[in-house]
């Protein structure tokens, strides 16, 4: 082995454990296993162990143990992140959220559905980076402060914003780009389109702004893939409304979404991306990685048909991605997810989504380099990520940062109830264990299967770890309710 240019002698043992370890990089590596890896049939004790991680970590120099590190209680990681393979010196681009002028709902959901569209639409370019919709939508063209202002906020180059007004069935979109550094205005146009006439002129939109904003740019190579949605605007606005309906937090948002994108699917067979997103629906409504094998089945029909009607939609590999995954197909999923963030790159939920795929795959500290890759894309984004990151970061035994992320989450289902729990049972507080563990009992929650078939893990020792965490919450739980009845 060689260190800064300088060849480092190790000992048989010591090289043994160093090479499992970098065939696991970033994986949580368990003592036992590593006892199999480097004393194959012979009988040994921790303590030989730690004697070769101590041998290692002086050889690295890694007195901080950083590198190699110490998972409480499971065993070592080789900290190596890989990180996320996309480009990130591109300009940055916001996408403000559309105005429109007649109050009308309806016409509310287009304005957001157009400015969307445009968002993905400029993601596809690899010369820029596009924000995500939950940060740019936060802030309107008439609430800004002025372009500079917003533009240290949010931390972009350029802002895309308009309005659009509809009159007797025809669409008038007025579109700016404006440089946020100077606050001049580079280019603006405006548009009128019928009907369906409108999926085009947004294909329009996005080839414009980003060739007005490479010709500024030393690479001006475009790379531009669009697929025609749906010949139904009523399709359209169901899928708009179905979309908005599952980022709500209501017991009936996820309901609603169903029945719309039910209804998208009834008025365009062929529009993939609502088979896509009615799979999404139907999978979140059977209980995600808890639905039954029948949902799951049916659902992953819908999002290979999403895929086959749009191939070069980000949306619909992403789905398609998340249905495997609660299949238990871990590398096809990642496959898909690869596949959305090759067709968009900067998809900040895409690459959150990844992130959690990989924690799942058994490579927190990769997944863990992605999500900060996706807040630095969506700093003010929905509270899943919150969760991902927290599961993550239990994975590595960082248990106080891994509450600190849940206790974000101002809404707290059963599901993330059970997850606390765990997490404080390993710290050793096990009241608040118990207190979690309890409110999701008393929704008719079983705690163990959920950790058992909830989350989906791909190898056995992480599902053992979450294991190991709700047994004692449970034996909390169980202490406090026998000492509850002795007393009275």
């Keep these: 082995m060689s260190r800064h240019g300088e060849t480092v002698f190790l000992r048989p043992k010591a090289q043994a454990l160093l090479s499992h370890l970098l065939q696991n990089t970033g994986r949580v590596v368990s003592k036992s296993e590593l006892l199999d890896a480097v004393w194959p049939e012979v009988t040994v004790t921790e303590d030989s162990l730690t004697q070769c991680v101590r041998e290692l970590r002086k050889a690295l120099g890694d007195e901080a143990q950083t590198l190699v590190r110490t998972v409480s209680r499971r065993g070592y990681m080789l900290a190596v992140a890989s990180g996320p393979d996309i480009a990130t010196d591109a300009p940055v681009v916001a996408v ?110 996005a080839y414009r702004i980003v060739s007005r904003l490479v010709s500024r740019l030393e690479d001006a190579r475009l790379q531009w893939t669009s697929s025609k949605p749906t010949d139904s605007l009523a399709a359209y606005e169901l899928v708009l409304r179905g979309t908005a309906a599952l980022r709500g937090y209501r017991p009936q948002d996820n309901e609603d979404a169903r029945m719309l994108f039910e209804a998208a699917v009834e008025k365009d067979p062929n529009y993939g991306v609502a088979q896509s997103y009615l799979a999404l629906s139907r999978v979140i409504n059977g209980g995600y990685a808890m639905a039954s094998t029948e949902v799951l089945a049916g659902a992953l029909d819908l999002a290979l048909k999403g895929v086959t009607l749009a191939p070069e939609e980000p949306r619909c590999h992403r789905i398609l991605a998340i249905v495997r995954l609660y299949l238990r197909q871990h590398a096809a999923a990642e496959q898909h997810v690869r596949r959305s963030l090759d067709l968009n790159p900067y998809d900040a939920d895409t690459i959150c989504q990844m992130g959690y795929l990989l924690t799942l795959r058994g490579r927190p500290l990769d997944g863990l380099a992605w999500m900060d890759r996706a807040v630095r894309l969506n700093p003010i984004h929905p509270d899943w990520y919150h969760l991902d990151r927290s599961m993550a970061l239990y994975s590595i035994g960082e248990y106080r940062s891994a509450a600190t992320e849940l206790e974000r989450v101002p809404l707290l289902g059963p599901g993330a109830r059970v997850r606390l729990a765990v997490i404080y049972a390993q710290m050793g507080e096990l009241e608040l264990a118990r207190q979690h563990l309890g409110v999701a009992v008393a929704a008719g929650f079983s705690p163990l299967d959920y950790v058992k078939n909830g989350l989906a893990f791909e190898h056995a020792a992480d599902i053992e770890h979450v294991v190991e965490g709700v047994t004692k919450a449970c034996a909390e739980a169980e202490r406090s309710h026998m000492s509850s009845s002795a007393t009275g």
């Design 96 to 205: 403000l959220r559309f105005g429109h002028a007649t109050g009308d709902p309806t016409d509310a959901a287009i304005a957001d559905g157009i400015a969307e569209d445009i968002l993905n639409g400029l993601g596809r370019f690899r010369s820029v980076t596009v924000l995500a919709r939950n940060t740019s939508f936060a802030e309107s063209a008439e609430a800004r402060q002025g372009w500079q202002t917003l533009g240290n906020k949010f931390g972009a180059a350029y802002f895309v914003d308009g309005d659009i007004k509809r009159f007797s069935g025809i669409f008038h979109i007025g579109v700016r780009l404006t440089e946020a550094s100077r606050g001049v205005q580079l280019w603006s146009d405006r548009y009128q389109a019928q009907d369906t006439e409108i999926f085009s002129v947004q294909n329009e939109i």
